[in-house]
């Protein structure tokens, strides 16, 4: 009888902890990866602009605003849930590599896509061929003419 309060009291802490407030991993993992790719894309446009600290700051929160909007969350509640991974190490580590391999996944299926609609075309791959070609007879012609 004594464990099974033990018990109920430690489910209703978990569930508790884990309701409104918290985002699931898989959700999460998803806001993180745009997240990380918003703070990639805005220091690479940034990248050659002098003194451009302000605009930085202001164009990655209205881009981190419109992610919150995306997923139907508030600033506080992405905030929240990050930092109970930060807090377990071992949880944070599982989010961030899930993260990872959300984004290379993205990509694959991103690049896969262009290449549905863009294929290459084969004229280029014929003048990829002669040009390969010339190379290997501009060859024979050095090796012959030692």
Same mark, same amino acid.
């Given at each position: 009888?004594?464990?099974?309060? $033990?018990?109920?009291?430690?489910?209703?802490? +978990?569930?508790?902890?884990?309701?409104?407030?918290?985002?699931?991993?898989?959700?999460?993992?998803?806001?993180?990866?745009?997240?990380?790719?918003?703070?990639? !894309?805005?220091? +690479?446009?940034?990248? /050659?602009?002098?003194?451009?600290?302000?605009? $930085?700051?202001?164009?990655?929160?209205?881009? !981190?605003?419109?992610?919150?909007?995306?997923?139907?969350?508030? /600033?506080?509640? +992405?905030?929240?849930?990050?930092?109970? $991974?930060?807090?377990?190490?071992?949880? +944070?580590?599982?989010?961030?590599?899930?993260?990872?391999? $959300?984004?290379?996944?993205?990509?694959?299926?991103?690049?896969?896509?262009?290449?549905?609609?863009?294929?290459?075309?084969?004229?280029?791959?014929?003048?990829?061929?002669?040009?390969?070609?010339?190379?290997?007879?501009?060859?024979?012609?050095?090796?012959?003419?030692?």
């Amino acid at each position: 009888m004594k464990y099974s309060i $033990y018990l109920f009291v430690g489910l209703f802490f +978990f569930v508790g902890c884990f309701s409104d407030k918290h985002i699931a991993e898989s959700e999460m993992k998803a806001i993180v990866w745009e997240m990380t790719s918003v703070d990639e !894309y805005i220091k +690479f446009s940034h990248s /050659k602009q002098e003194n451009s600290t302000k605009n $930085y700051t202001v164009e990655r929160d209205t881009l !981190y605003q419109k992610i919150f909007d995306l997923h139907k969350i508030t /600033k506080q509640q +992405f905030y929240t849930t990050y930092s109970y $991974y930060k807090q377990n190490p071992e949880k +944070f580590k599982v989010l961030i590599d899930s993260s990872l391999a $959300y984004g290379l996944r993205q990509r694959r299926t991103n690049i896969e896509a262009v290449k549905e609609v863009a294929p290459i075309s084969p004229v280029l791959i014929h003048i990829n061929k002669k040009r390969d070609s010339l190379i290997r007879i501009k060859k024979k012609e050095l090796i012959k003419s030692q």
